[in-house]
Protein backbone atom coordinates (compact mmCIF):
# COMPACT_ATOMS: atom_id res chain seq x y z
CA UNK A 1 0.00 0.00 0.00
CA UNK A 2 1.17 3.39 -0.55
CA UNK A 3 2.44 5.57 2.20
CA UNK A 4 2.55 9.16 2.68
CA UNK A 5 6.00 10.92 3.72
CA UNK A 6 6.47 14.39 4.67
CA UNK A 7 9.06 16.21 6.48
CA UNK A 8 8.43 16.17 10.18
CA UNK A 9 6.64 12.60 10.03
CA UNK A 10 8.95 10.85 11.83
CA UNK A 11 8.84 13.03 14.75
CA UNK A 12 4.91 12.96 14.75
CA UNK A 13 4.13 9.19 14.10
CA UNK A 14 4.83 8.18 17.90
CA UNK A 15 3.89 11.08 18.96
CA UNK A 16 0.44 10.31 20.53
CA UNK A 17 1.70 7.93 23.07
CA UNK A 18 3.79 10.64 24.40
CA UNK A 19 1.23 13.34 25.05
CA UNK A 20 0.80 13.01 28.73
CA UNK A 21 -2.22 12.71 30.72
CA UNK A 22 -4.30 15.42 31.74
CA UNK A 23 -6.37 15.79 34.39
CA UNK A 24 -10.31 17.17 33.48
CA UNK A 25 -11.81 20.34 35.25
CA UNK A 26 -15.37 20.95 35.75
CA UNK A 27 -16.39 24.52 35.00
CA UNK A 28 -20.32 24.00 36.67
CA UNK A 29 -20.83 27.25 35.89
CA UNK A 30 -20.59 27.23 31.87
CA UNK A 31 -22.86 24.22 32.32
CA UNK A 32 -26.48 23.72 30.96
CA UNK A 33 -29.38 21.90 31.95
CA UNK A 34 -28.73 17.99 33.03
CA UNK A 35 -25.22 17.83 33.48
CA UNK A 36 -25.73 14.27 33.56
CA UNK A 37 -27.08 13.84 30.02
CA UNK A 38 -23.96 12.41 29.16
CA UNK A 39 -22.96 15.11 27.07
CA UNK A 40 -19.90 16.98 27.50
CA UNK A 41 -17.79 20.19 25.64
CA UNK A 42 -14.19 20.32 26.42
CA UNK A 43 -11.81 23.78 25.70
CA UNK A 44 -8.81 22.85 25.00
CA UNK A 45 -6.06 21.47 21.74
CA UNK A 46 -7.72 18.41 21.02
CA UNK A 47 -4.48 16.25 20.91
CA UNK A 48 -4.29 16.75 25.15
CA UNK A 49 -8.31 16.86 25.62
CA UNK A 50 -8.59 13.52 23.71
CA UNK A 51 -5.58 11.73 25.57
CA UNK A 52 -7.55 13.18 28.55
CA UNK A 53 -10.70 11.43 27.85
CA UNK A 54 -9.50 8.54 26.76
CA UNK A 55 -9.42 6.86 30.41
CA UNK A 56 -13.48 7.67 30.11
CA UNK A 57 -13.94 6.49 26.57
CA UNK A 58 -11.27 4.29 25.04
CA UNK A 59 -13.46 2.58 22.84
CA UNK A 60 -17.13 3.66 23.34
CA UNK A 61 -17.41 5.82 20.48
CA UNK A 62 -20.13 5.46 17.93
CA UNK A 63 -19.72 7.76 15.28
CA UNK A 64 -16.47 10.55 14.73
CA UNK A 65 -17.37 13.78 12.93
CA UNK A 66 -14.42 16.11 12.13
CA UNK A 67 -14.45 19.22 10.51
CA UNK A 68 -10.31 20.59 10.46
CA UNK A 69 -9.05 23.18 9.41
CA UNK A 70 -9.36 22.49 5.37
CA UNK A 71 -5.66 24.39 4.93
CA UNK A 72 -6.84 26.76 2.30
CA UNK A 73 -3.90 28.70 2.55
CA UNK A 74 -6.05 31.69 3.23
CA UNK A 75 -5.60 33.27 7.14
CA UNK A 76 -7.49 36.57 8.17
CA UNK A 77 -5.30 37.36 11.25
CA UNK A 78 -2.57 38.96 11.90
CA UNK A 79 0.16 38.79 13.71
CA UNK A 80 -0.37 38.50 16.91
CA UNK A 81 -3.19 36.07 16.02
CA UNK A 82 -5.74 38.23 16.46
CA UNK A 83 -9.06 38.02 14.52
CA UNK A 84 -8.80 40.34 11.06
CA UNK A 85 -11.23 38.29 9.62
CA UNK A 86 -11.50 34.48 10.57
CA UNK A 87 -12.71 33.48 13.62
CA UNK A 88 -10.62 30.71 13.54
CA UNK A 89 -7.71 30.08 11.79
CA UNK A 90 -8.16 28.16 8.60
CA UNK A 91 -4.39 26.97 8.01
CA UNK A 92 -1.77 25.13 11.20
CA UNK A 93 -1.36 28.59 11.84
CA UNK A 94 -3.04 29.60 15.42
CA UNK A 95 -0.18 30.37 18.26
CA UNK A 96 -0.67 26.97 20.49
CA UNK A 97 -0.37 24.69 17.17
CA UNK A 98 2.49 27.03 15.52
CA UNK A 99 3.96 26.45 19.15
CA UNK A 100 3.29 22.82 19.73
CA UNK A 101 4.75 22.29 16.04
CA UNK A 102 8.39 23.88 17.49
CA UNK A 103 8.25 21.69 20.32
CA UNK A 104 6.84 18.50 18.93
CA UNK A 105 9.05 18.88 15.56
CA UNK A 106 11.83 20.93 16.50
CA UNK A 107 13.72 24.09 14.68
CA UNK A 108 13.07 22.26 11.77
CA UNK A 109 9.50 22.93 11.94
CA UNK A 110 10.01 26.25 10.67
CA UNK A 111 10.91 25.40 7.41
CA UNK A 112 7.81 22.92 6.61
CA UNK A 113 5.66 24.01 3.94
CA UNK A 114 1.61 24.76 5.25
CA UNK A 115 1.10 20.93 3.97
CA UNK A 116 3.73 19.59 6.00
CA UNK A 117 2.65 21.41 9.06
CA UNK A 118 -1.26 20.47 8.27
CA UNK A 119 0.16 16.40 8.18
CA UNK A 120 2.03 17.20 11.28
CA UNK A 121 -0.67 18.51 12.95
CA UNK A 122 -3.43 16.39 12.41
CA UNK A 123 -1.43 12.60 12.22
CA UNK A 124 -1.27 12.67 15.52
CA UNK A 125 -4.52 13.54 16.55
CA UNK A 126 -6.21 10.75 13.83
CA UNK A 127 -4.36 8.49 15.32
CA UNK A 128 -5.59 9.10 18.71
CA UNK A 129 -9.68 9.13 17.61
CA UNK A 130 -9.12 5.90 16.05
CA UNK A 131 -8.46 4.34 19.95
CA UNK A 132 -12.19 6.22 21.23
CA UNK A 133 -14.08 4.07 18.03
CA UNK A 134 -16.28 0.93 19.13
CA UNK A 135 -15.26 -2.35 16.98
CA UNK A 136 -18.62 -1.10 14.91
CA UNK A 137 -17.94 2.56 14.98
CA UNK A 138 -16.72 4.58 12.19
CA UNK A 139 -14.81 8.04 11.62
CA UNK A 140 -16.60 11.05 9.08
CA UNK A 141 -13.88 13.57 7.42
CA UNK A 142 -15.05 17.00 6.14
CA UNK A 143 -12.37 18.06 3.80
CA UNK A 144 -11.57 20.13 0.28
CA UNK A 145 -9.67 19.86 -2.54
CA UNK A 146 -6.47 21.62 -0.54
CA UNK A 147 -5.60 18.29 1.50
CA UNK A 148 -7.96 15.62 0.34
CA UNK A 149 -5.59 13.63 -1.33
CA UNK A 150 -3.27 13.66 1.49
CA UNK A 151 -5.91 12.78 4.46
CA UNK A 152 -7.13 9.96 2.69
CA UNK A 153 -3.32 8.87 2.07
CA UNK A 154 -2.54 9.28 6.03
CA UNK A 155 -6.40 7.52 7.08
CA UNK A 156 -5.39 4.60 4.80
CA UNK A 157 -2.48 4.49 6.71
CA UNK A 158 -4.00 4.55 9.84
CA UNK A 159 -6.91 2.43 9.58
CA UNK A 160 -6.04 0.67 7.22
CA UNK A 161 -7.26 0.66 3.14
CA UNK A 162 -9.57 -1.82 3.75
CA UNK A 163 -11.45 -0.46 6.45
CA UNK A 164 -12.74 2.67 3.86
CA UNK A 165 -15.99 2.97 4.26
CA UNK A 166 -16.82 5.33 0.98
CA UNK A 167 -16.22 9.24 0.57
CA UNK A 168 -19.14 11.09 -0.08
CA UNK A 169 -19.32 14.42 -2.72
CA UNK A 170 -20.96 17.04 -1.16
CA UNK A 171 -22.22 19.37 -3.38
CA UNK A 172 -22.58 22.33 -1.86
CA UNK A 173 -21.94 25.81 -3.62
CA UNK A 174 -22.76 27.10 -7.15
CA UNK A 175 -19.74 28.56 -8.76
CA UNK A 176 -20.47 30.93 -11.65
CA UNK A 177 -17.04 32.78 -11.52
CA UNK A 178 -15.19 32.45 -15.31
CA UNK A 179 -12.46 29.94 -14.25
CA UNK A 180 -11.05 26.61 -15.81
CA UNK A 181 -12.95 24.06 -13.33
CA UNK A 182 -15.67 25.89 -11.07
CA UNK A 183 -15.12 23.90 -7.69
CA UNK A 184 -18.70 23.47 -6.44
CA UNK A 185 -18.27 20.50 -3.74
CA UNK A 186 -16.45 19.46 -1.35
CA UNK A 187 -15.75 15.22 0.52
CA UNK A 188 -16.40 13.43 3.65
CA UNK A 189 -14.63 10.90 3.60
CA UNK A 190 -15.55 7.89 5.46
CA UNK A 191 -13.57 5.19 7.50
CA UNK A 192 -14.66 1.80 10.07
CA UNK A 193 -12.66 1.01 12.85
CA UNK A 194 -13.31 -2.04 11.19
CA UNK A 195 -15.45 -2.70 7.96
CA UNK A 196 -16.32 -6.70 9.04
CA UNK A 197 -17.98 -5.32 11.86
CA UNK A 198 -20.62 -2.49 10.27
CA UNK A 199 -24.36 -3.95 9.35
CA UNK A 200 -24.60 -4.95 5.73
CA UNK A 201 -26.34 -2.23 5.31
CA UNK A 202 -27.22 1.43 6.71
CA UNK A 203 -30.54 2.45 7.59
CA UNK A 204 -31.42 5.72 8.32
CA UNK A 205 -33.45 5.89 11.89
CA UNK A 206 -35.34 9.04 9.99
CA UNK A 207 -37.08 6.19 8.48
CA UNK A 208 -39.14 6.71 11.65
CA UNK A 209 -39.91 10.47 10.69
CA UNK A 210 -41.13 8.77 7.46
CA UNK A 211 -43.69 6.40 9.10
CA UNK A 212 -44.74 9.63 11.73
CA UNK A 213 -45.62 11.45 8.12
CA UNK A 214 -47.56 8.36 6.47
CA UNK A 215 -49.58 7.71 9.27
CA UNK A 216 -50.19 11.62 9.60
CA UNK A 217 -51.08 11.80 6.01
CA UNK A 218 -53.72 8.64 6.53
CA UNK A 219 -55.26 10.54 9.03
CA UNK A 220 -55.46 14.53 7.68
CA UNK A 221 -56.63 12.13 4.56
CA UNK A 222 -59.68 10.79 6.61
CA UNK A 223 -60.17 13.94 8.79
CA UNK A 224 -60.65 16.49 5.84
CA UNK A 225 -61.91 15.31 2.47
CA UNK A 226 -62.30 18.68 1.55
CA UNK A 227 -58.89 19.53 -0.35
CA UNK A 228 -58.09 23.21 0.35
CA UNK A 229 -59.36 22.32 4.10
CA UNK A 230 -56.85 19.44 4.06
CA UNK A 231 -54.01 21.83 3.02
CA UNK A 232 -54.71 24.46 5.57
CA UNK A 233 -54.99 22.12 8.39
CA UNK A 234 -51.73 20.23 7.31
CA UNK A 235 -49.96 23.66 6.76
CA UNK A 236 -50.37 24.59 9.94
CA UNK A 237 -49.17 21.19 11.44
CA UNK A 238 -46.40 21.82 9.12
CA UNK A 239 -45.29 24.93 10.19
CA UNK A 240 -44.93 24.11 14.39
CA UNK A 241 -43.06 21.16 13.07
CA UNK A 242 -40.70 21.63 10.23
CA UNK A 243 -37.19 21.95 12.22
CA UNK A 244 -37.79 18.46 13.17
CA UNK A 245 -38.98 16.96 10.32
CA UNK A 246 -35.46 16.37 8.14
CA UNK A 247 -34.87 14.88 5.36
CA UNK A 248 -38.70 15.76 4.86
CA UNK A 249 -38.88 19.33 5.87
CA UNK A 250 -39.85 20.34 2.66
CA UNK A 251 -42.43 17.79 2.30
CA UNK A 252 -45.57 20.39 3.01
CA UNK A 253 -48.12 19.53 0.71
CA UNK A 254 -51.10 17.32 1.02
CA UNK A 255 -53.51 15.57 -1.45
CA UNK A 256 -55.05 11.92 -2.33
CA UNK A 257 -51.85 10.44 -2.31
CA UNK A 258 -50.65 11.64 1.05
CA UNK A 259 -48.08 14.35 2.08
CA UNK A 260 -45.36 15.04 -0.93
CA UNK A 261 -43.18 17.70 -2.25
CA UNK A 262 -42.04 19.46 -5.53
CA UNK A 263 -39.32 18.28 -6.86
CA UNK A 264 -37.69 20.04 -9.81
CA UNK A 265 -36.13 17.23 -11.49
CA UNK A 266 -37.64 17.94 -14.43
CA UNK A 267 -34.69 19.96 -15.66
CA UNK A 268 -32.09 17.88 -18.08
CA UNK A 269 -28.79 18.44 -16.70
CA UNK A 270 -25.60 19.95 -19.04
CA UNK A 271 -27.27 19.03 -22.45
CA UNK A 272 -30.64 19.16 -24.71
CA UNK A 273 -33.16 17.44 -23.74
CA UNK A 274 -36.66 17.03 -24.80
CA UNK A 275 -38.87 20.09 -26.20
CA UNK A 276 -42.18 20.23 -26.16
CA UNK A 277 -45.18 21.95 -24.65
CA UNK A 278 -47.00 21.37 -21.32
CA UNK A 279 -50.16 23.83 -21.20
CA UNK A 280 -51.10 25.85 -17.94
CA UNK A 281 -54.91 23.83 -16.92
CA UNK A 282 -55.95 27.39 -15.95
CA UNK A 283 -54.36 29.69 -18.50
CA UNK A 284 -54.22 27.27 -21.41
CA UNK A 285 -50.72 28.79 -22.47
CA UNK A 286 -47.26 26.62 -22.55
CA UNK A 287 -45.54 26.49 -19.16
CA UNK A 288 -42.35 27.75 -19.17
CA UNK A 289 -39.76 25.43 -20.13
CA UNK A 290 -36.26 24.71 -18.67
CA UNK A 291 -33.67 26.22 -20.48
CA UNK A 292 -32.14 22.51 -21.49
CA UNK A 293 -35.79 21.33 -22.49
CA UNK A 294 -37.19 18.30 -20.53
CA UNK A 295 -35.48 15.51 -18.79
CA UNK A 296 -38.02 12.93 -20.26
CA UNK A 297 -40.02 12.22 -23.51
CA UNK A 298 -43.81 14.04 -23.98
CA UNK A 299 -45.39 10.33 -23.24
CA UNK A 300 -43.89 10.71 -19.65
CA UNK A 301 -45.35 13.81 -18.98
CA UNK A 302 -48.40 12.81 -20.37
CA UNK A 303 -48.57 9.79 -18.28
CA UNK A 304 -47.59 11.90 -15.01
CA UNK A 305 -50.11 14.56 -16.05
CA UNK A 306 -52.61 11.70 -16.17
CA UNK A 307 -51.28 10.34 -12.92
CA UNK A 308 -51.78 13.97 -11.24
CA UNK A 309 -47.95 14.16 -10.70
CA UNK A 310 -47.34 17.49 -11.89
CA UNK A 311 -47.23 20.69 -9.63
CA UNK A 312 -47.72 24.13 -11.65
CA UNK A 313 -47.67 27.33 -10.89
CA UNK A 314 -50.42 29.75 -10.40
CA UNK A 315 -49.84 30.48 -14.27
CA UNK A 316 -47.75 29.55 -17.16
CA UNK A 317 -44.64 31.52 -16.20
CA UNK A 318 -43.50 28.79 -13.61
CA UNK A 319 -41.56 25.46 -14.78
CA UNK A 320 -43.58 22.41 -13.70
CA UNK A 321 -42.37 20.25 -10.65
CA UNK A 322 -43.10 16.94 -10.06
CA UNK A 323 -45.03 15.71 -6.84
CA UNK A 324 -42.44 13.36 -4.83
CA UNK A 325 -44.47 11.67 -1.95
CA UNK A 326 -43.40 10.66 1.55
CA UNK A 327 -44.24 7.07 0.53
CA UNK A 328 -41.76 6.89 -2.31
CA UNK A 329 -38.58 8.23 -0.54
CA UNK A 330 -35.92 5.54 -0.03
CA UNK A 331 -33.15 6.06 2.57
CA UNK A 332 -29.54 5.58 1.60
CA UNK A 333 -26.12 7.36 2.23
CA UNK A 334 -25.43 8.10 -0.79
CA UNK A 335 -22.04 9.00 -1.99
CA UNK A 336 -23.62 12.24 -3.83
CA UNK A 337 -25.25 14.86 -1.25
CA UNK A 338 -26.51 17.97 -3.06
CA UNK A 339 -27.06 21.34 0.10
CA UNK A 340 -26.82 24.59 -0.39
CA UNK A 341 -23.48 25.16 2.18
CA UNK A 342 -25.00 28.68 3.29
CA UNK A 343 -27.81 27.39 5.00
CA UNK A 344 -25.03 26.56 7.85
CA UNK A 345 -24.63 30.47 8.32
CA UNK A 346 -28.22 31.01 7.94
CA UNK A 347 -28.75 28.63 10.77
CA UNK A 348 -25.99 30.29 13.28
CA UNK A 349 -27.25 33.32 12.27
CA UNK A 350 -30.69 32.92 13.32
CA UNK A 351 -29.37 31.69 16.62
CA UNK A 352 -27.15 34.59 17.38
CA UNK A 353 -29.47 37.53 15.66
CA UNK A 354 -27.12 40.32 17.20
CA UNK A 355 -23.73 38.90 15.79
CA UNK A 356 -23.21 40.00 12.19
CA UNK A 357 -20.64 37.38 11.75
CA UNK A 358 -20.83 34.87 14.49
CA UNK A 359 -18.56 31.79 13.16
CA UNK A 360 -17.65 31.54 9.71
CA UNK A 361 -18.42 28.37 7.31
CA UNK A 362 -20.36 26.23 10.11
CA UNK A 363 -21.50 23.37 8.72
CA UNK A 364 -25.12 22.69 7.65
CA UNK A 365 -27.21 20.37 10.80
CA UNK A 366 -28.66 18.54 8.00
CA UNK A 367 -25.18 17.09 6.81
CA UNK A 368 -24.22 16.07 10.40
CA UNK A 369 -27.94 14.55 11.04
CA UNK A 370 -27.72 12.87 7.51
CA UNK A 371 -24.33 11.26 8.61
CA UNK A 372 -25.65 10.14 12.10
CA UNK A 373 -29.19 9.29 11.73
CA UNK A 374 -27.46 6.12 9.35
CA UNK A 375 -24.37 5.56 11.58
CA UNK A 376 -26.44 5.77 15.18
CA UNK A 377 -28.97 5.06 17.50
CA UNK A 378 -30.21 4.95 20.81
CA UNK A 379 -27.61 6.75 23.32
CA UNK A 380 -24.46 5.73 21.48
CA UNK A 381 -21.88 8.73 21.82
CA UNK A 382 -20.40 11.25 18.95
CA UNK A 383 -17.25 12.51 19.05
CA UNK A 384 -16.13 15.66 17.13
CA UNK A 385 -12.52 17.18 18.15
CA UNK A 386 -13.01 19.94 15.79
CA UNK A 387 -16.28 21.53 17.49
CA UNK A 388 -16.16 25.12 16.04
CA UNK A 389 -19.74 26.37 15.97
CA UNK A 390 -21.08 23.13 18.26
CA UNK A 391 -22.88 22.17 14.45
CA UNK A 392 -22.53 18.27 15.66
CA UNK A 393 -23.97 19.17 19.11
CA UNK A 394 -27.21 21.12 17.59
CA UNK A 395 -27.46 18.19 15.13
CA UNK A 396 -27.38 15.65 17.74
CA UNK A 397 -30.19 17.46 20.06
CA UNK A 398 -31.94 18.00 16.45
CA UNK A 399 -32.09 14.26 15.45
CA UNK A 400 -32.82 12.99 19.29
CA UNK A 401 -35.74 14.86 18.85
CA UNK A 402 -36.45 14.05 15.45
CA UNK A 403 -36.35 10.08 15.50
CA UNK A 404 -36.53 9.72 19.74
CA UNK A 405 -33.27 8.34 20.18
CA UNK A 406 -31.00 9.72 23.02
CA UNK A 407 -27.42 9.89 21.35
CA UNK A 408 -25.16 11.66 23.53
CA UNK A 409 -22.17 14.10 22.39
CA UNK A 410 -18.46 15.04 23.19
CA UNK A 411 -17.40 18.09 21.38
CA UNK A 412 -13.56 19.47 21.48
CA UNK A 413 -12.62 22.77 20.81
CA UNK A 414 -9.79 25.07 21.46
CA UNK A 415 -10.06 28.20 20.82
CA UNK A 416 -11.64 29.75 24.61
CA UNK A 417 -13.54 32.43 23.10
CA UNK A 418 -14.72 30.24 20.46
CA UNK A 419 -15.50 26.95 23.00
CA UNK A 420 -17.48 29.65 25.54
CA UNK A 421 -19.30 31.92 23.74
CA UNK A 422 -19.99 29.98 20.52
CA UNK A 423 -20.05 26.52 20.49
CA UNK A 424 -21.50 25.98 24.42
CA UNK A 425 -23.77 29.85 23.64
CA UNK A 426 -25.11 27.85 20.57
CA UNK A 427 -25.45 24.19 22.31
CA UNK A 428 -27.13 26.34 25.15
CA UNK A 429 -29.60 28.23 23.15
CA UNK A 430 -30.54 25.51 20.85
CA UNK A 431 -31.32 23.14 24.08
CA UNK A 432 -33.38 26.18 26.42
CA UNK A 433 -34.69 28.09 23.26
CA UNK A 434 -34.08 31.56 22.13
CA UNK A 435 -35.27 34.30 20.01
CA UNK A 436 -34.89 34.02 16.71
CA UNK A 437 -33.87 36.72 13.55
CA UNK A 438 -37.28 37.88 13.76
CA UNK A 439 -37.83 37.49 16.97
CA UNK A 440 -39.80 34.61 17.09
CA UNK A 441 -39.27 32.41 20.29
CA UNK A 442 -38.36 29.16 19.18
CA UNK A 443 -38.50 26.37 21.30
CA UNK A 444 -36.20 24.64 22.70
CA UNK A 445 -34.75 20.95 21.97
CA UNK A 446 -33.82 20.09 25.61
CA UNK A 447 -30.86 18.86 26.35
CA UNK A 448 -27.95 19.72 28.63
CA UNK A 449 -23.94 19.72 29.09
CA UNK A 450 -21.02 19.78 31.49
CA UNK A 451 -18.13 22.14 30.23
CA UNK A 452 -14.46 21.21 31.15
CA UNK A 453 -11.40 22.55 30.74
CA UNK A 454 -8.20 20.74 30.90
CA UNK A 455 -6.39 20.68 34.53
CA UNK A 456 -3.04 20.23 35.07
CA UNK A 457 -0.84 16.53 33.90
CA UNK A 458 -1.32 13.99 36.19
CA UNK A 459 2.49 14.06 36.81
CA UNK A 460 5.41 16.15 37.14
CA UNK A 461 8.57 16.54 34.82
CA UNK A 462 10.47 13.64 36.93
CA UNK A 463 7.19 11.37 37.10
CA UNK A 464 5.96 12.17 40.53
CA UNK A 465 2.20 12.21 41.02
CA UNK A 466 0.75 15.83 41.40
CA UNK A 467 -0.30 16.49 45.11
CA UNK A 468 -3.40 17.96 43.66
CA UNK A 469 -4.30 14.79 42.03
CA UNK A 470 -7.15 12.62 43.64
CA UNK A 471 -7.72 8.69 44.80
CA UNK A 472 -10.29 9.26 41.89
CA UNK A 473 -8.21 10.51 39.09
CA UNK A 474 -5.41 8.46 40.04
CA UNK A 475 -7.89 4.87 39.81
CA UNK A 476 -9.39 5.75 36.49
CA UNK A 477 -5.89 6.61 35.05
CA UNK A 478 -4.24 3.41 36.54
CA UNK A 479 -7.16 1.19 35.57
CA UNK A 480 -6.95 2.45 32.26
CA UNK A 481 -3.30 2.10 31.60
CA UNK A 482 -3.58 -1.10 32.85
CA UNK A 483 -6.17 -2.64 31.15
CA UNK A 484 -6.73 -0.20 28.00
CA UNK A 485 -10.35 -0.22 29.30
CA UNK A 486 -12.43 2.71 30.85
CA UNK A 487 -12.90 2.14 34.81
CA UNK A 488 -16.72 1.03 35.28
CA UNK A 489 -18.70 3.36 37.47
CA UNK A 490 -19.69 0.02 40.29
CA UNK A 491 -16.96 -1.57 42.62
CA UNK A 492 -16.41 -5.35 41.60
CA UNK A 493 -18.68 -4.85 38.12
CA UNK A 494 -17.07 -6.72 35.46
CA UNK A 495 -15.87 -4.73 32.61
CA UNK A 496 -16.58 -6.80 29.83
CA UNK A 497 -14.39 -7.26 26.79
CA UNK A 498 -17.08 -5.88 24.80
CA UNK A 499 -18.85 -3.10 26.41
CA UNK A 500 -22.45 -3.99 26.63
CA UNK A 501 -25.61 -1.48 26.40
CA UNK A 502 -25.46 -1.27 30.08
CA UNK A 503 -21.32 -0.17 30.13
CA UNK A 504 -23.38 3.17 27.73
CA UNK A 505 -24.35 3.99 31.07
CA UNK A 506 -21.12 5.23 32.25
CA UNK A 507 -20.43 8.56 32.62
CA UNK A 508 -17.62 11.07 33.12
CA UNK A 509 -17.93 11.64 36.56
CA UNK A 510 -14.76 11.40 38.53
CA UNK A 511 -16.52 11.47 41.77
CA UNK A 512 -18.13 8.32 40.47
CA UNK A 513 -18.46 5.26 43.52
CA UNK A 514 -15.47 3.50 42.39
CA UNK A 515 -13.71 6.11 43.99
CA UNK A 516 -14.40 4.75 47.44
CA UNK A 517 -12.75 1.22 47.13
CA UNK A 518 -9.11 0.38 46.52
CA UNK A 519 -11.14 -2.52 44.39
CA UNK A 520 -10.87 -0.52 41.06
CA UNK A 521 -12.83 -3.08 38.99
CA UNK A 522 -11.77 -6.45 37.30
CA UNK A 523 -11.41 -6.63 34.24
CA UNK A 524 -10.59 -9.91 32.63
CA UNK A 525 -10.42 -11.88 35.65
CA UNK A 526 -7.92 -9.43 36.58
CA UNK A 527 -9.15 -7.60 39.84
CA UNK A 528 -7.15 -3.98 39.81
CA UNK A 529 -6.41 -2.74 43.17
CA UNK A 530 -4.94 0.95 44.02
CA UNK A 531 -3.35 1.74 47.54
CA UNK A 532 -3.46 5.70 47.49
CA UNK A 533 -4.08 8.78 49.12
CA UNK A 534 -5.05 6.49 52.31
CA UNK A 535 -7.81 4.97 50.67
CA UNK A 536 -8.50 2.24 53.76
CA UNK A 537 -8.61 5.52 56.00
CA UNK A 538 -5.31 5.13 57.42
CA UNK A 539 -4.19 9.05 57.99
CA UNK A 540 -0.50 8.20 58.72
CA UNK A 541 2.25 9.06 56.74
CA UNK A 542 2.28 6.41 53.55
CA UNK A 543 -1.24 6.46 54.62
CA UNK A 544 -2.07 2.32 54.17
CA UNK A 545 -0.24 2.80 50.52
CA UNK A 546 2.01 0.28 51.65
CA UNK A 547 0.64 -3.52 50.87
CA UNK A 548 1.66 -5.32 54.31
CA UNK A 549 -0.56 -8.09 55.98
CA UNK A 550 -2.39 -6.05 57.88
CA UNK A 551 -3.33 -4.00 54.49
CA UNK A 552 -3.75 -6.89 52.36
CA UNK A 553 -6.45 -8.48 55.18
CA UNK A 554 -8.28 -5.30 55.00
CA UNK A 555 -8.73 -5.27 50.94
CA UNK A 556 -11.79 -6.30 49.28
CA UNK A 557 -11.86 -10.01 48.38
CA UNK A 558 -11.53 -10.91 45.13
CA UNK A 559 -10.65 -14.84 44.29
CA UNK A 560 -8.03 -14.49 40.82
CA UNK A 561 -5.09 -12.73 40.19
CA UNK A 562 -4.91 -9.15 41.28
CA UNK A 563 -2.40 -6.18 40.11
CA UNK A 564 -1.95 -3.91 43.22
CA UNK A 565 -0.68 -0.35 42.91
CA UNK A 566 0.76 0.60 46.02
CA UNK A 567 4.16 2.52 47.03
CA UNK A 568 6.24 -0.33 48.61
CA UNK A 569 5.54 -4.03 49.46
CA UNK A 570 6.74 -5.66 52.72
CA UNK A 571 5.30 -9.38 51.66
CA UNK A 572 7.23 -11.78 50.59
CA UNK A 573 7.74 -13.45 46.97
CA UNK A 574 5.79 -16.77 48.37
CA UNK A 575 3.07 -14.91 50.20
CA UNK A 576 2.29 -12.60 46.86
CA UNK A 577 2.25 -16.04 44.67
CA UNK A 578 -0.13 -17.85 47.09
CA UNK A 579 -2.24 -14.79 47.06
CA UNK A 580 -1.76 -14.42 43.01
CA UNK A 581 -0.64 -11.23 43.66
CA UNK A 582 1.48 -9.10 41.33
CA UNK A 583 2.72 -5.64 42.50
CA UNK A 584 3.16 -2.56 40.44
CA UNK A 585 5.52 0.08 42.61
CA UNK A 586 3.49 3.30 42.36
CA UNK A 587 4.63 6.05 40.97
CA UNK A 588 7.22 4.25 39.16
CA UNK A 589 5.25 1.72 37.22
CA UNK A 590 2.11 3.59 36.35
CA UNK A 591 2.25 4.65 32.69
CA UNK A 592 2.83 8.46 32.84
CA UNK A 593 2.18 9.03 29.00
C1 LIG B 1 -13.56 24.21 10.34
S1 LIG B 1 -13.89 24.66 11.97
C2 LIG B 1 -15.15 23.52 12.43
C3 LIG B 1 -16.51 24.03 12.13
C4 LIG B 1 -17.62 23.18 12.66
N1 LIG B 1 -17.73 21.92 12.00
C5 LIG B 1 -18.94 23.91 12.55
O1 LIG B 1 -19.84 23.46 11.85
O2 LIG B 1 -19.04 24.97 13.17
C6 LIG B 1 -12.49 24.02 12.81
C7 LIG B 1 -12.51 24.32 14.31
O3 LIG B 1 -11.50 23.52 14.92
C8 LIG B 1 -10.84 24.30 15.90
N2 LIG B 1 -9.50 23.73 16.07
C9 LIG B 1 -8.41 23.86 15.27
N3 LIG B 1 -7.36 23.18 15.78
C10 LIG B 1 -7.81 22.59 16.91
C11 LIG B 1 -7.21 21.75 17.90
N4 LIG B 1 -5.94 21.39 17.81
N5 LIG B 1 -7.96 21.33 18.95
C12 LIG B 1 -9.27 21.68 19.05
N6 LIG B 1 -9.89 22.49 18.15
C13 LIG B 1 -9.17 22.93 17.10
C14 LIG B 1 -10.83 25.70 15.33
O4 LIG B 1 -10.66 26.66 16.37
C15 LIG B 1 -12.18 25.78 14.65
O5 LIG B 1 -13.15 26.28 15.52
Not at 287 to 303: I, Q, V
Not at 348 to 367: A, Q, S, V, Y
Not at 496 to 511: E, G, L
Amino acid sequence: MPTLNWIGKEAVVNHHHQVPFHLLKDVPELACGDPGSGNLIVQGDNLVALKALLPFYAGQVKCIYIDPPYNTGVDERDEKGTRTGWRYSDNVNSAEIREWLGKVVGAEAEDLSRHEKWLCMMYPRLALLKKFLKEDGVLFASIDENEFPSLRLILDELFGATNRAGTIVWKNVTDNNPTNIAIEHEYVLCYAKNKARLPSEWKSTNLAVKTKLLELGEQFIGEFKEPDQRQEQYSKWFRKNKEFLWPFDRYKFIDDGGIFTGSQSVHNPGKEGYRYDILHPVTGKPCAEPMMGYRFPKETAERLREQGRIIFGDDETKIIELKLYVKDYRAKLSSLFELDGRIGTNEIKEIFPDDKRPFDFPKPTDLIEELLSFTTSGDDLILDSFAGSGTTGHAVLKLNKADNQKRRFVLLEMKPQIARDITRERVKRVAEGYANAKGEQVEGLSGGFRFCELGEPLFDERGQIKPSVRFADLARHVYFTETGEPLPDKVGRVTPCAPSSADTQRRARSDAPYSKSPLLGICRGVGIYLLFNGILGDKSANGGNILTRGVLAQLPKFDGQKVIYCAGCLLGKDRLQSERIIVRQTPYEIKVS
